[in-house]
C-alpha cells in the first residue's frame, strides 16, 4: 500500500550521523564500531584501520561515550533520533500543507538505525528522491559518507528515481535565517559578553585532501571560491560571517572555534576548549555558544557544550554560559526546510 501511494511522490531522505540504539556499553561499543570503521571517518588503509579501531580505540572509549551518553538521553531515548524523528514528521506535515501530498519524508542514519537502506526501501517507488544530509557544511566525513552510502544501496535497485542531492546549506538563506533567530532568542544583554561558534572539527589532513588551496593555519578562512569550495573549515567561517551579518554583530563581538577533536594529531583550530581560555583572559564573563555544524542535538551539544564546557568555564571564571539549541524540529526551521526542498526541483 505504502509503494502504491509513494509512486507520484517525491521522497525526501533526511540523513544524520546517527546513534547508540540504548543506553549501556553493548549499544554505544556496536555503535562507535561501524562509525570509526568508515574509511571516510578514519582515512587509513583496511589493514592499519581496523586494529587501529577495534584494539587501539573503541575499547577505551566505550566506558566513557556511554557515560556521556547516559547524561543527556530522554525518557523518548537518543536526543538525535527523537529529534530526527520529530524533525521527519513535522516537516511531512508542512510539506503537505504547504503542496499538497506529493511529499514523503524518511529518516536515514549513516551508522545504526533507522539505517540508510531502511529510509530509501520506503521511498523506492518515488519518481523523484531527494537525499538531503543534515550537515550544513560538507566535509568527506559526513556529506560525503553519507551520499556514497546512498549510492551504494540505489545501485542495487532495478529502477533508479531522478536524483537531487543537497550537499551542504551552510549558506542558504532559509538556513541562516533560521540559525540567526535561534541565537537571538538565546543572547544575554551583558556588557562583557561574547557568542561563540563552535563547529565540529576534523583532522587537518582531510582539509588538505579536500584541495584546498588556501594555507589559512590559524587564521580566519577567506570566503569560498572554486580555490576552497569543498574546504570544510572555509564553509564554517562563512556560516559564521553571514550568521554575525543577520546578527548585526562586528567582528569582536563573535568567535569561532572548534570542538570533539580525537587523538594527538592536528585537527583544524582554533579549538574550542582553548579559546574559552581565550576569552576569559580576555575579561569575557558572559558567552552565548552555538553550534552551527549541527542541525540536532546530539552528545557534541548537550553534553560536550552543554556539561563539559560549561563547568570548565565556570572553573576559568566564567559566570554564564548560554547554549543555543540545535535547529531540532523548530517551527521556523521546518518552514525554512520546506522552502529549500521545494525550490530544489524549481
Not at 533567530?181 to 582531510?206: G, V
Request: glycine share 4%.
Amino acid at each position: 500500500m505504502t509503494d502504491v501511494l509513494c509512486m507520484n511522490k517525491t521522497g525526501i531522505l533526511l540523513i544524520n550521523v546517527g546513534t547508540p540504539q540504548r543506553r549501556g556499553k553493548k549499544a554505544t561499543r556496536r555503535y562507535l564500531k561501524q562509525f570509526l570503521s568508515d574509511p571516510r571517518i578514519i582515512d587509513l588503509p583496511l589493514a592499519m584501520r581496523w586494529p587501529f579501531v577495534n584494539v587501539c580505540l573503541v575499547p577505551f572509549r566505550v566506558s566513557q561515550s556511554a557515560k556521556a551518553y547516559s547524561k543527556i538521553w530522554l525518557p523518548q531515548g537518543s536526543p538525535l533520533l527523537f529529534y530526527s524523528e520529530q524533525l521527519k514528521k513535522r516537516l511531512t506535515a508542512q510539506l503537505n500543507l504547504n503542496m499538497g501530498s506529493h511529499y514523503q519524508v524518511e529518516l536515514g542514519m549513516r551508522y545504526g538505525s533507522p539505517s540508510i537502506p531502511m529510509g530509501l526501501n520506503k521511498l523506492k517507488h518515488c519518481q523523484n528522491l531527494i537525499i538531503l544530509p543534515l550537515f550544513p557544511q560538507y566535509s568527506s566525513a559526513t556529506s560525503g559518507s553519507a551520499i556514497e552510502d546512498v549510492m551504494h544501496h540505489l545501485k542495487k535497485q532495478w529502477n533508479i528515481p531522478a536524483i537531487k542531492v543537497i550537499n551542504h546549506f551552510y549558506n542558504t538563506p532559509e538556513f541562516i535565517t533560521a540559525y540567526a533567530e535561534l541565537i537571538k532568542e538565546n543572547i544575554t544583554s551583558h556588557q562583557d559578553w561574547s557568542l561563540l561558534l563552535s563547529y565540529h572539527s576534523l583532522p587537518q589532513r582531510h582539509i588538505n585532501k579536500s584541495g584546498c588551496q588556501i594555507k589559512c593555519k590559524d587564521i580566519a578562512c577567506p570566503v569560498v571560491t572554486e580555490q576552497n569550495t569543498y574546504c570544510y573549515r572555509a564553509q564554517c567561517y562563512e556560516t559564521s560571517r553571514l550568521l554575525a551579518r543577520a546578527l548585526n554583530l562586528n567582528e569582536t563581538q563573535y568567535k569561532v572555534s572548534f570542538q570533539s577533536r580525537l587523538g594527538k594529531i592536528p585537527w583544524i583550530t582554533p579549538y574550542t576548549d582553548l579559546m574559552l581560555e581565550t576569552l576569559a583572559r580576555d575579561g569575557i564573563k558572559h558567552i552565548t555558544v552555538a553550534c552551527p555544524s549541527f542541525v540536532v542535538d546530539c552528545l557534541e551539544t548537550l553534553e560536550e557544550i552543554g556539561i563539559r564546557a560549561q563547568k570548565k568555564w565556570y572553573a576559568i571564571g566564567g559566570q554564564t554560559l548560554q547554549l543555543v539549541p540545535c535547529l531540532n524540529d523548530h517551527p521556523l526551521w521546518v518552514r525554512c526546510l520546506t522552502e529549500l526542498i521545494a525550490t530544489t526541483y524549481t
